[in-house]
């Protein structure tokens, strides 16, 4: 069996969102699975001196265009939210605490969120949100409320993000194929025939 | 007769020779001709706060990787320079120089500047570098040697900059299509459906 491949990104990156959308079909087209690992930008920004796309002076008007753009290109449904850059790491805690019980369940919840964010334009940051979201997952609210508040699932996601820099993750998507990395939704063409043909 | 595409990039930026390889042809089959306007990146960075991508934690290591991949995946010959990296004001005033008098012969030599720097390493920061593949392409070395001595060429190559950031350019290469901004080699897929279907 081959290795699964390393998806890391964060809930609040809309290059995230669009390879979120095109990761799982492309890997399956080769025989892979995905491992899908949410990570805080914010923490890895304070490692790479990063800032959020939207925030650098030229850069940002154009991310901006650049998000909805990629997105047709995909054919991906998107709506930029009004409340952006936001924080994500209710989202991101939830996930892992999801994960730990029932895989699939945790991969549906990550595209609600996804989704809810950039097509419905859902405050994602707001802890009842991602109750909400978790609750239309059939997951019991309460027990995810009590988890979101204890320090157990802040240290797991502060051990992921550690984990992920380490290992050399500074943005969103950053994927990983047999020890390959790739950074950035516009590196799925390149994933593909690295898939395909095994390295070029 | 269809406007030009405005190709803007940084001689010392291996994604815009990458896209320099490819540019051309991708116009041709949609009819277009694509006007070169080599910036400096550094000039640019004083308004926008960015910095050369090799310099930045992580993403350093990750660029130089990706760099020579990414060559490999468009099937463009590369080799990352020893000295890296380097001024190219040199090189783009020439450019601007011999751009004024014979078209052509510009494109021959950015040609030249770029394959020289990156397949044969040879250090384009260097002036004399510069005008030995000027007179490589038959341009006559001391009429170019005293217009890199002077102050109009230099002022020239400013204003390109200016101009540039004006327009929105944050970095190499930056390819705009009909008033529509493209940042980044790997956007050639979308500026290739964008010329044959007249946006999407």
Redesign the interface.
Same mark, same amino acid.
């Given at each position: 069996m081959s290795q699964a491949i390393d998806f890391y990104f964060d809930f609040s990156s809309p290059y995230g969102y669009l390879a979120s959308e095109k990761i799982d079909d492309l890997a399956a087209r080769h025989g892979r699975k995905v491992k899908w690992r949410p990570i805080l930008l914010g923490v890895v920004f304070r490692?790479?001196?990063?800032a959020p796309l939207t925030s650098?002076?030229?850069?940002g008007?154009?991310s901006l265009?650049?998000f909805a753009?990629?997105a047709?290109?995909l054919d991906v449904p998107y709506e930029h939210p009004k409340r952006f850059p936001l924080s994500t790491q209710h989202a991101a805690r939830a996930y892992y605490w999801l994960h730990d019980q029932d895989c699939a369940a945790a991969r549906m919840f990550a595209h609600a969120v996804f989704r809810s964010l950039y097509t419905e334009g859902r405050d994602v940051s707001d802890m009842a949100v991602v109750l909400d979201i978790a609750a239309g997952q059939q997951v019991e609210r309460s027990a995810l409320a009590a988890a979101l508040a204890g320090e157990v699932l802040k240290d797991r996601l502060k051990a992921e993000c550690e984990a992920a820099?380490a290992r050399?993750? +500074?943005?969103s998507p950053y994927i990983v194929v047999d020890g390959e990395?790739f950074?950035?939704a516009?590196?799925l063409?390149?994933i593909e025939?690295w898939l395909a043909s095994g390295g +070029?």
């Amino acid at each position: 069996m081959s290795q699964a491949i390393d998806f890391y990104f964060d809930f609040s990156s809309p290059y995230g969102y669009l390879a979120s959308e095109k990761i799982d079909d492309l890997a399956a087209r080769h025989g892979r699975k995905v491992k899908w690992r949410p990570i805080l930008l914010g923490v890895v920004f304070r490692q790479t001196g990063g800032a959020p796309l939207t925030s650098i002076p030229l850069k940002g008007a154009y991310s901006l265009h650049d998000f909805a753009r990629s997105a047709r290109f995909l054919d991906v449904p998107y709506e930029h939210p009004k409340r952006f850059p936001l924080s994500t790491q209710h989202a991101a805690r939830a996930y892992y605490w999801l994960h730990d019980q029932d895989c699939a369940a945790a991969r549906m919840f990550a595209h609600a969120v996804f989704r809810s964010l950039y097509t419905e334009g859902r405050d994602v940051s707001d802890m009842a949100v991602v109750l909400d979201i978790a609750a239309g997952q059939q997951v019991e609210r309460s027990a995810l409320a009590a988890a979101l508040a204890g320090e157990v699932l802040k240290d797991r996601l502060k051990a992921e993000c550690e984990a992920a820099i380490a290992r050399g993750v +500074f943005g969103s998507p950053y994927i990983v194929v047999d020890g390959e990395p790739f950074f950035g939704a516009d590196r799925l063409p390149q994933i593909e025939r690295w898939l395909a043909s095994g390295g +070029f």
